[in-house]
């Protein structure tokens, strides 16, 4: 392909700064001048964001979008990571997955790296800014070596259905120092001392992932992979992580295949902070075939061309915070199998705007099912475009961030915040407030 061609194509990487007003189209003139209205008062507010990875994930994802509009906004937003070596990031995945449920061995030798990982990083951080954000657990012990000057805000991403109480509880000392802590969903609140807000991620259609592409742009994309495009694409696009299911994934598209012939594209990344997702990717290679396609690569183009290409798109997962691949496949109109878990409730109704399923059968039968089906294909994607478009695009996200960071006393206690009408609740809770 010639430069002018692939220009064509839309493939040249397009600036990933976009004011306010361009998401106007999408979320309307009401929206945008409120949001301006809600930004003006924190102009020129210093806020930082610190989480455990620049690449790789959901969090990376909202933090590339969040940050630079928030800046364009006129906030100063600064992003920080956390550096450690490999044991670290080891031990911060099993608390990860003890988050999520999975049993720990928790050794005084994990928590003192973990504890002397983020005391390094503490002394060669200096945060003190008007507002810090925390993301994930990784980063968590910072608050606990600064005198705080400000409102400190740990946002977990986690489904916390049911936590391991032995990571939990090491934990809550940590997160009852921060002023608030937003969960993805009020499933996940906690018994805690702090001020719990509720706010769902969402999805930015100006990212490399959402934009818009041509169809010869998805054709590119596809080929420069070798994907074959004869028969109809059955795509899951995730990290390698067990919690995602890729071996329920192959199972499900093994079985649905003796019915309907179609071909199985398995992509995903492993981010610097998951130690684990090598080894997944590893164990599932032996699965590969001609109509099994297993692909790690970090390539936002490819993920877009694939959810706007594929027949059936899955995220089988088994636990997810919330899943920022079924909105991102929802908005380009996908028809959609989610996992009945987590943060992919909240997005798919089952029957209406995609199929929620909880076994390996139940994947298979919903994948013939749809593959037989274009009508029902398109009402389902037509829905899901729908539901993203209300609910889960970015403008909402920002907003809730913004009434957020406008919420604190000057003694930092939280005030009572608005619910909003979708995309999870904003509603301090606590003792004393819970309803
Ligand atoms: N993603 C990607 N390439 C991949 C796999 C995932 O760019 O190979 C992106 C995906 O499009 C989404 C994010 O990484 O924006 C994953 O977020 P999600 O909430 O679905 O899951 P997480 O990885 O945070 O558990």
């Known amino acids: 392909m010639h430069k002018s061609d692939r220009e064509h194509a839309g493939l040249i990487r397009m600036s990933a700064i976009h ?15 409120r949001i301006e209205a809600k930004a003006r008062p924190l102009r020129d507010m210093h806020i930082l964001h610190m989480n455990s990875t620049y690449y790789g994930g959901g969090v990376s994802q909202l933090l590339s979008s969040l940050t630079l509009l928030l800046n364009s906004l006129g906030i ?9 070596p490999p044991d670290f990031f080891s031990v911060t995945k099993k608390f990860h997955n003890a988050l999520q449920g999975a049993e720990i061995n928790l050794t005084g030798r994990k928590q003192e790296l973990y504890e002397e990982v983020i ?8 945060l003190n800014h008007d507002m810090v954000f925390i993301h994930d657990p990784q980063p968590l012990p910072m608050i606990a070596h600064y005198r705080k000057k400000s409102p400190w805000i740990w946002r977990c991403h986690i489904d916390l259905t049911a936590p391991n109480p032995k990571v939990w509880n090491y934990l809550v000392p940590f997160i009852e120092k921060y002023d608030a802590v937003v969960l993805s969903s009020r499933e996940y609140r906690q018994n805690i001392r702090t001020p719990q807000v509720f706010s769902m991620p969402a999805i930015d259609p100006f990212s490399i992932v959402n934009r818009e592409l041509s169809e010869s742009a998805i054709d590119e994309r ?67 075939g001609e109509r099994v396609i297993i692909q790690s690569v970090q390539d936002g183009a490819l993920v877009n061309a694939l959810q706007r290409r594929a027949a059936v798109v899955l995220q089988k997962s088994i636990r997810e915070g919330f899943g920022l691949t079924v909105s991102e496949a ?60 209300e609910c889960f695009l970015f403008t909402r996200s920002v907003e809730q961030y913004l ?12 005030r009572e915040m608005k619910e909003p009408s979708c995309g999870g609740s904003a509603n301090p809770g606590g003792p004393g407030r819970e309803p």
Request: aromatic share 8%; net charge neutral; charged share 30%.
């Open 222 to 288: 596809l080929a420069h992979y070798g994907i074959p495009t004869d028969l109809p694409l059955v795509v899951q696009v995730s990290r390698f992580d067990r919690w995602k299911d890729p071996l329920g994934v192959i199972r499900a598209f093994e079985k649905a295949r003796r019915e309907e012939e179609c071909t199985l594209v398995l992509v995903g990344n492993v981010a610097t902070d998951d130690p684990e997702g090598a080894e997944v990717y590893r164990s599932l290679l032996a699965h590969r």
């Open 330 to 389: 929802m908005w380009k109109g996908a028809a959609v199998i989610g996992g009945n878990v987590g943060g992919i409730r909240y997005q798919i109704r089952d029957g209406e705007n995609g199929f929620l399923v909880s076994s390996v059968d139940e994947a298979a039968a919903r994948i013939v099912q749809l593959l037989r089906d274009p009508d029902l294909r398109a009402r389902l994607g037509h829905a899901a475009h729908e539901t993203v478009r």
């Open 119 to 126: 005391r390094e990083n503490a002394m060669r951080n200096h």
């Open 76 to 84: 100063q937003t600064g992003w920080r990571v956390v550096h450690g």
């Open 19 to 33: 004011g306010i007003r361009a998401y106007e189209r999408y979320a309307g003139k009401e929206t945008i001048r």
């Open 403 to 414: 009434d957020l960071i406008g919420s604190f006393e000057p003694d930092f206690r939280l």
